[in-house]
């Protein structure tokens, strides 16, 4: 009697196909992180020709994105020839910077503090220190730090302080995070119900971390109400720092002291550099 406990063989071509099917199933699980990586990577280098059509590409911002932060990159190389291979693509920083998308306005005011030389990237950027997006303000200002401009102060000190979001249209506030939660530019907060089936979506311009809603759960609001207070996130903080420390001012010296004094809530680089603040802020002060 044939033994029943015993499996038949598989078919030579069933044991083909399992095989070509763990092969492939492993190549994707090495592919797919590396292609994920490849289209998220800005570090991967680009010649003038690429750069051309990149930054000219309104299509795809990443595509631009990625040729701004090539730029910069030959903005600080160390050869002359590098650096100045980056002058010939200025005016389209400045275009970009112009009409560009918010995330393209705030990388192009980066871009632009890379190199102080340059009078125009100074005049762009006093006129994105008045952009309605709050993150470009704070990159152009930021920027105009390089140029010793200290117009953007207002600006800077505005980043060590918690920030206001308002609701963009009335109707009953329905809130989707919780005080602590960590948000960045573009994070849905809650939404909006006016009604008749109109929802808003509510996204922060900002990186921080929630503090506290405003007003309770459900509540009907106000077109401008501010409905949601934001604390800055660390690297803003520490950004905001950095800066003040060329061109803070004594009325600086109460927050950056706090900050200074921080308990281990704070990070220890944030500690040091506001203890180096405050230091240069006193040695100004006492000249």
């Known amino acids: ?32 992180p590396f292609l994920f990586w490849q289209a998220t990577w800005f570090g991967k280098p680009l010649n003038d020709a690429q750069l051309e059509k990149s930054l000219a590409d309104r299509e795809h911002p990443r595509e631009t994105q990625h040729a701004l932060s090539q730029l910069a990159d030959r903005i600080l190389a160390r050869d002359a020839f590098t650096r100045d291979s980056a002058r010939r693509f200025y005016p389209q920083i400045v275009a970009i910077a112009q009409t560009g998308q918010d995330e393209l306005r705030l990388t192009a005011a980066w871009v632009m503090g890379q190199d102080n030389s340059v009078p125009d990237f100074r005049q762009e950027l006093l006129r994105l220190s008045q952009d309605p997006n709050p993150m470009v303000r704070r990159n152009a200002a930021l920027a105009l730090v390089r140029f010793g401009d200290a117009s953007g102060r207002d600006e800077i000190r505005s980043m060590l302080q918690p920030s206001s979001v308002a609701a963009p249209v009335p109707g009953s506030l329905e809130e989707r995070l919780k ?14 119900d006016a009604g008749d089936r109109s929802r808003t979506e509510l996204r922060s311009q900002i990186a ?3 503090d506290h809603w405003l007003v309770p759960d459900k509540t009907a609001v106000a077109v401008g109400q501010p409905v949601l207070l934001v ?18 001012e004594a009325q600086d010296l109460p927050v950056v002291d706090a900050l200074a004094r921080g308990s281990g809530a704070v990070p220890a680089n944030v500690r040091q550099q506001a203890e180096l603040t405050a230091t240069a802020i006193r040695s100004r002060q006492s000249r």
């Open 1 to 32: 009697m044939p033994n029943d406990s015993i499996p038949a063989p598989a078919k030579p071509g069933l044991k083909r196909r399992w095989l070509f099917a763990i092969l492939a199933l492993t190549l994707l699980f090495v592919l797919m």
């Open 231 to 248: 604390n800055p996130s660390v690297d803003e903080i520490w950004e905001s720092l950095r800066a003040l420390y060329l061109i803070g």
């Open 179 to 192: 005080p602590g939660d960590a948000i960045n530019p573009g994070t849905l907060l809650g939404r909006i």
């Open 208 to 210: 921080g971390a929630i």
